[in-house]
């Protein structure tokens, strides 16, 4: 299977936006699954960090310094070629009345 997968590469942009600094790779291996990326916690506030995931395998050194998703406007400093991927999104409307529900004690039956 290492011949198979995706790279995943984790990013760290100061806030002026200029310097990248690569945190690390890793490998995803195909299929459905979670991958668990933890950033490190000695970052300052002003530094975003960026999820980014190449098709290749990571023995095939993928790039991902190729830039220009687009011409112009603000892609045009993203990937050419990236691999779009789902993240979960907080709800904080659904969440927390559901949150809530599941921490109630069970009713005894009686």
Known sequence: MADYGFTGRLVKVTDSGMELTEVGHFDITPG???E???IPTDHEYSETFY???SAKPQHEN???GDLGASPDGPLQYRPKHYVPFKVPVYDEVLDVPFASFTQLPAQKSG
Do not use: G
Request: hydrophobic share 40%; aromatic share 8%; charged share 15%.
């Open 32 to 34: 459905k699954r979670i």
């Open 62 to 64: 993928p790039t991902f």
């Open 36 to 38: 668990n990326v933890q």
């Open 51 to 53: 999820l980014q995931i």
